[in-house]
């Protein structure tokens, strides 16, 4: 078997593409060969030793590319090492409360328990209103989120290190 990992993510304004980059470069770091692409450009994992998965959520939804990976290669995800991650509350507020008790997408969670992650995590997004349409923008106004780059890189590197400790 190959013995690379993927991270494969969808993102709509590439926030969450720069956590999938990140996660790769410490997996690289901690000496493992890592593909990190768009999930709806994504290899499927056959080849692969492990697989980190993960969206940007809108509306408490993953991206479309991202949950189509998931469900189209939930067989094979569930005979490998898989790990997902969301991002997506922005805020400086507490996470939990942000959250609101949300951990993952309802309709994605019985493929999710099918595959069996090793771990599921939500980290901060970051929401740019340069890059927002009109709609975006009264959407982040009405549930009063904020504008702004949340990400905690310290969490994200974190979490890499800990799976790079779990496939080495």
């Known amino acids: 078997m190959n013995e690379k990992v993927l991270v494969a993510y969808g993102s709509k304004h590439g926030m969450t593409a720069e956590i999938a980059e990140r996660i790769g470069k410490i997996l690289r770091g901690e000496g493992l060969e890592v593909d990190v692409a768009c999930a709806d450009r994504a290899?499927?994992?056959?080849?692969?030793?492990?697989?980190?998965?993960?969206?940007?959520?809108y509306a408490g939804m993953w991206r479309r590319e991202t949950a189509r990976y998931l469900k189209?290669?939930?067989?094979?995800?569930?005979s490998k090492p898989v790990w997902l991650f969301s991002s997506?509350?922005?805020?400086?507020?507490d996470l939990e409360k942000l959250l609101g008790g949300w951990s993952f997408p309802a309709g994605l969670r019985p493929v999710a328990d099918r595959v069996k992650p090793k771990g599921i995590i939500v980290f901060r997004g970051a929401f740019a209103a340069?890059?927002?349409?009109f709609f975006e923008r009264w959407i982040?106004?009405?549930?009063?989120?904020?504008?702004?780059?949340?990400?905690d890189w310290a969490v994200i590197e974190a979490w890499a290190r800990d799976i790079a400790g779990t496939l080495k």
């Open 130 to 133: 340069a890059k927002a349409n």
């Open 72 to 78: 189209a290669h939930e067989a094979e995800l569930a």
């Open 88 to 93: 997506g509350p922005t805020g400086s507020g």
């Open 140 to 151: 982040i106004r009405k549930v009063k989120a904020e504008f702004g780059d949340f990400r």
């Open 43 to 57: 290899a499927g994992p056959t080849g692969y030793k492990a697989v980190i998965l993960g969206s940007g959520v």
